[in-house]
């Protein structure tokens, strides 16, 4: 299979870039962005180059952001990654998400979650 490209939305310092590098050490493409707002624009353009989102439950309006990207159709594979159990397992189906992986997490915990999507992807080809 070719490399994947996923966006890495997550507005900590430390953590967005670690789970960029970990999905990269994959072999696939990971982009990160810090801005909420930006990042939506990005996965709702006509062009979304990417298949799959790591979005962290800490960012601002996640509910807002979660249902403008099903509100516009975006079918993306979603891993959300979430400290204090926001999202209950209805809320998760709810707005699609493919995975979900609690922190603290491991470089595993993200190669899981990317093989998870990679098989959606796949799926829905």
Known sequence: MSPMSFLVVDEDEDIGPAIQTIIQDTGNNAQLETDAHAALERLTSHECPYQGLFLDTNINSLTAFLLSLREKNTRIPITLIDTNDVFLESQRRE?????????????????LAVNEMQKV???NK
């Not at 995975?99 to 491991?106: D, L, M, N």
């Open 95 to 111: 707005f699609g998400i493919t995975t979900y992986i609690e922190k603290p997490f491991s470089s595993l915990d993200i190669q």
């Open 121 to 123: 992807v796949l799926e």
